[in-house]
T-cell receptor, first 106, second 117 residues
Framework: GQSLEQPSEVTAVEGAIVQINCTYQ??????LSWYQQHDGGAPTFLSY????GLEETGRFSSFLSRSDSYGYLLLQELQMKDSASYFC???????FGQGTTLQVKP | GAGVSQTPSNKVTEKGKYVELRCDPI?????LYWYRQSLGQGPEFLIY????????DSGLPNDRFFAVRPEGSVSTLKIQRTERGDSAMYLC???????????????FGPGTRLTVL
C-alpha cells in the first residue's frame, strides 16, 4: 500500500529548533512537499524536495533521502505562531500524512 | 481572483439530502483538486481536474460523490443522499499546471465544513 508516517505531536519551546520526520511508502514518487495548517485554516505550502538534500527557506528547511524513503522538516528559531499542524505529502500521488501537531511553549 | 474561494463556508444538512459545494480557483490555474479532511487527519484526495476533464477520480469514496468543472474554472462537488459519515471539511486547491506530478504549489481554499445531521 501507499502511506506516509509522521509523529502525531511535537512540543518545543520558543527559540528552539524542532525536526518533524516523515517516512513514506509509495510507488511513482516525484517528491515530498510540506504544508502548514493552523486551526480552522487552509493548508499552506512550505517546501518541496524533488532531489536528495536540504532545501532552505528562511527559518524552515526540508530534507529528503530517496534511498531511505525519508524526509524531515526543520523549523528554527521557533515562534509562538509556528504552533500548527504540519503535513508531509507525496507529489504525484496526492497523498498526505496524518499530520504532526506542533505546540510551541513560551 | 486573489486566492481560491469556496462557498458556502459552512453547510448543515439532513441525512439523505443533496448538497453542492463550490470552488473558485485562482484565475489561470488549470489544475483543480478536491480533498476531504476529518478532524485530526490529513487531507484525503478525492478528485483532480485538468481543465474541464477529471484526470483522476480514484479518491471518490462511492457513486454518491460527483464533481464537475464544465468551463475549466469553477468546480462543483456534488454529494447525493448524504450520510452522517460525510461530515468533514471539504478542501479545494488549484495549481498552475495540469499534471499530477507537477511541482507547482497547490493553493488551498478555506474549505467548506459540511455537517450531516
Amino acid at each position: 500500500g501507499q502511506s506516509l508516517e509522521q509523529p502525531s505531536e511535537v512540543t518545543a519551546v520558543e527559540g528552539a529548533i524542532v525536526q518533524i520526520n516523515c517516512t513514506y511508502q509509495t510507488s511513482g514518487f516525484y517528491g515530498l512537499s510540506w504544508y502548514q495548517q493552523h486551526d480552522g485554516g487552509a493548508p499552506t505550502f512550505l517546501s518541496y524536495n524533488a532531489l536528495d538534500g536540504l532545501e532552505e527557506t528562511g527559518r524552515f528547511s526540508s530534507f529528503l533521502s530517496r534511498s531511505d524513503s525519508y524526509g524531515y522538516l526543520l523549523l528554527q528559531e521557533l515562534q509562538m505562531k509556528d504552533s500548527a499542524s504540519y503535513f508531509c505529502a507525496v507529489v504525484g500521488k496526492l497523498i498526505f500524512g496524518q499530520g504532526t501537531t506542533l505546540q510551541v511553549k513560551p | 481572483g486573489a486566492g481560491v474561494s469556496q462557498t458556502p463556508s459552512n453547510k448543515v444538512t439532513e441525512k439523505g439530502k443533496y448538497v453542492e459545494l463550490r470552488c473558485d480557483p485562482i484565475s489561470g490555474h488549470t489544475a483543480l483538486y478536491w480533498y476531504r479532511q476529518s478532524l485530526g487527519q490529513g487531507p484525503e484526495f478525492l478528485i483532480y481536474f485538468q481543465g474541464t476533464g477529471a484526470a483522476d477520480d480514484s479518491g471518490l469514496p462511492n457513486d454518491r460523490f460527483f464533481a464537475v468543472r464544465p468551463e475549466g474554472s469553477v468546480s462543483t462537488l456534488k454529494i447525493q443522499r448524504t450520510e452522517r459519515g460525510d461530515s468533514a471539511m471539504y478542501l479545494c486547491a488549484s495549481s498552475l499546471t495540469a499534471t499530477k506530478s507537477s511541482t507547482d504549489t497547490q493553493y488551498f481554499g478555506p474549505g467548506t465544513r459540511l455537517t450531516v445531521l
